[in-house]
């Protein structure tokens, strides 16, 4: 049996056993109510694939919204499968058809059809239109991380439209064939065509409950998708709590209640966790592992995720602009050390930005630059660095060990010559901010939602990407070579393009450096059957969630 056969069985198996067992309401009261402790739900303020696409937002979406294809998601290799279609193949390089799964329903009751599909990709969801950017530039819309004021009408925020482009730089629409069938089109050839599909950002939404919301705030603040989850109450930077959509097609909801509630505080998550205030905490800490095993209830599991941790250069202010002193901080940075002294030795240093699950496209051979401190002190000197101060913004363990991790590099930093000095930032906007000083280096992560280098070099460091959308860093030759890899079908191009992206971006003229592949860890309760996923997403489905019941 062929790996599709086999999930749409699985899938229709989970479907049947879920029709037959949930038989009276009383089953519905008997299923738990379970509470995560989180560092953050979201960073903007909204629950909108579009406007958060950051990694505490993977982790909560994928309870809420699906995309068309999808992924075995606690899988090492994290193969692709059917999810709101059940099939799909090529017409020619510019041109995927899927067959919609029948009988899904949304969150409303709706049935979902093309139409709903069609309208998730266009230009009016997407925030495109002119009437849209007409009325941003009058001011008819106001978003902020508050979300204190709703936006005017269906006017989504500008950075809808920014991450609409860079997810989807060459699409050209998406057509209805029939009720249960769509073709996505490009502008020219996608060889990444289905990987964008499957993307975080990529999920399915009712047409109907979004042209019927008051505005883009109202929908994104109690958005109606088909996840196995509908959100029935969301307090930024505090608490979302989710219900069971017993009509999900995958099966009725192991879960009651689910809660995210925001615990910044490590020691308090680990604590809340311990006296049973919590089911689950995310982001422990390697060193934090053997407090929560000590005791026999609980359990950490986790490990490395398709997320690489980075530090990125804004080179068009003071030394940063004289690209010896970025090649000198690249190879300052003792990333075994962090490692195994941050991390007790459960990540690792990656070849690059890139990772295994690219294929055919990862480049085995490729490595981060060396740690090599008389190379580094070489280049300051050749930089003529004369001690200027060299700022470097970081957010108070937005990141798990951020702070101490920043520690450590400017420790290194310093011992080359160069005068790093740390300033704390309580937000993003605050790390992005022109008006209060020169940007010169911050913490960053980079994340693969596909398996292809266009869905995290080109997603963040090309034209479209965060990176030169913001204005720190460019250059002409890496620009150029962004087109060709988009866009190419031939491998062997491919490969020799994405060679030469990192060649530049990471040597020549760094745009950034890697530092460790990420990990997330869960502190969870042991007689929890759960397993976590390197895609960042928490999966509480039936097929992967259960409480065992105790020995008699």
Request: glycine share 6%; proline share 5%.
């Amino acid at each position: 049996m062929n790996i599709l056969r086999r999930h749409l069985a699985l899938a229709a198996a989970a479907t049947l056993f879920a029709t037959v067992s949930f038989t009276a309401p009383a089953c519905a009261e008997d299923r738990p109510q379970i509470t995560v402790a989180v560092q953050q739900i979201v960073n903007a303020g909204a629950l909108d694939v579009l406007r958060e696409q950051s990694n505490v937002g993977a982790r909560v979406f994928y309870s809420i919204f699906e995309t068309l294809i999808d992924y075995d998601r606690q899988q090492a290799d994290l193969p692709q499968k059917p999810g709101l279609a059940t099939e799909w193949k090529r017409i020619d390089d510019k041109t995927v058809e899927l067959k919609l799964r029948e009988g899904v329903k949304f969150h409303n009751g709706d049935v979902m059809t093309a139409d709903d599909v069609v309208f998730t990709f266009s230009k009016e969801r997407f925030g495109q239109l002119e009437e849209q950017e007409a009325a941003r530039k009058d001011g008819k819309t106001l978003f902020t991380a508050s979300a204190a004021t709703a936006t005017s009408g269906k006017v989504p925020p500008a950075e809808v439209a920014a991450v609409a482009k860079r997810a989807w730089p060459n699409l050209d629409r998406v057509e209805k064939i029939d009720d249960m069938t769509v073709r996505f089109i490009s502008t020219v050839a996608d060889p990444t065509l289905e990987g964008r599909i499957s993307r975080y950002g990529a999920e399915i939404l009712s047409k109907r409950a979004y042209q019927e919301a008051e505005s883009w705030l109202a929908f994104a603040s109690k958005p109606v998708a088909t996840g196995p989850y509908k959100v029935v109450e969301f307090k930024p930077d505090n608490i979302l709590v989710l219900e069971a959509h017993d009509d999900y097609w995958g099966g009725v909801p192991p879960i009651k209640t689910l809660r995210f509630v925001v615990v910044p505080e490590t020691a308090s998550r680990v604590n809340g966790l311990l006296s049973g205030e919590y089911d689950f905490i995310t982001d422990v800490p390697p060193d934090q592992i053997a407090t929560i095993e000590s005791n026999d209830k609980f359990e950490v599991i986790g490990g490395p995720i398709t997320n690489h941790r980075l530090m990125v250069f804004d080179k068009n202010n003071g030394p940063m602009q004289n690209p010896k002193i970025r090649q000198a901080m690249t190879h300052a940075i003792d990333r075994q050390t962090i490692v195994d002294a941050l991390w007790g030795g459960r990540t690792k240093i990656p070849a690059g930005l890139q990772w295994e699950y690219y294929g055919d496209m990862f480049l085995a051979d490729w490595t981060v630059p060396e740690y090599n401190l008389d190379l580094a002190k070489k280049l300051v000197q050749e930089a003529g660095y004369k001690g200027e101060e060299i700022v470097f913004r970081v957010l108070n363990n937005y990141y798990t060990n951020q702070v101490s991790t920043a520690q450590i590099n400017v420790e290194s930093f310093r011992q080359i010559g160069l005068n790093v000095k740390i300033e704390m930032k309580e937000n993003w906007q605050q790390i992005f901010d022109k008006e209060s000083g020169p940007r010169m280096v911050r913490d960053w992560s980079n994340s693969a939602p596909f398996p292809d280098p266009v869905s995290s070099i080109v997603n963040q460091h090309c034209q479209n990407g965060q990176q030169q959308q913001v204005g720190e860093w460019t250059n002409e030759e890496f620009n150029a070579l962004c087109i060709k890899l988009e866009t190419s079908t031939d491998l062997a191009e491919r490969q020799a393009t994405f060679r030469r992206m990192l060649e530049i971006a990471e040597r020549e003229d760094p745009a950034y450096t890697v530092m460790h592949q990420s990990a997330i860890f869960y502190g969870k309760r042991k007689d929890i059957d759960w397993m976590w996923s390197g895609l960042q997403s928490m999966d509480f489905r039936s097929g992967n969630f259960k409480v065992q019941t105790p020995a008699n």
